[in-house]
């Protein structure tokens, strides 16, 4: 009984893990520029950038809660309560790995002097303003 207890669980807990994706839902614009390219803001948006997961939070957490699940009550109880205890624990884990991977990131449209506008995400938001002077250089924006 034992064995199938702890089949179930590690079983339970490598499909939730399984489940895990990677999403980002914001489009990344990047010019692929090899020289010094000037120009002027036009817009900026202040993103969040969600972590993603690599899965091991749900793993983690599936045993985890596995564990405590099998604390509670006798039997089938007991069984039924490991495999909710590890589901959970699973999405739990999950969700706290993505929190740990959250940063800052900015999307920045900018009108090149030759008139065509590009946008650019970098991480590591600078202190920039609409009408700014920038230049760009390798993929990312310098204020002039």
């Known amino acids: 009984m034992k064995l199938l207890i702890t089949a179930a669980m590690v079983a339970s807990t490598l499909m939730l893990g399984a489940c895990a994706t990677r999403t980002d839902s914001r489009p990344v614009y990047v010019e692929n520029s090899e020289r010094v390219q000037y120009g002027y803001i036009e817009d900026i948006a202040y993103l969040k950038n969600r972590g993603d997961s690599s899965g091991g939070g749900a793993i983690v957490g599936g045993i985890v809660g596995g564990v405590?699940?099998?604390?509670?009550?006798?039997?089938?109880?007991?069984?039924a309560a490991t495999i909710v205890g590890a589901a959970g624990g699973a999405i739990i884990g999950n969700e706290v790995e993505k929190n740990q991977n959250v940063g800052d990131r900015i999307e920045v449209?900018?009108?090149?002097?030759?008139?065509?506008?590009?946008?650019?995400?970098?991480?590591?938001?600078r202190d920039f303003r609409n009408g700014d002077r920038v230049r760009i250089e390798d993929g990312r924006v310098f204020r002039s």
Request: charged share 20%; glycine share 18%.
């Open 68 to 79: 405590l699940g099998h604390q509670v009550g006798s039997g089938r109880g007991n069984t």
């Open 109 to 125: 449209k900018v009108r090149l002097d030759s008139g065509v506008r590009v946008f650019y995400t970098q991480e590591n938001p």
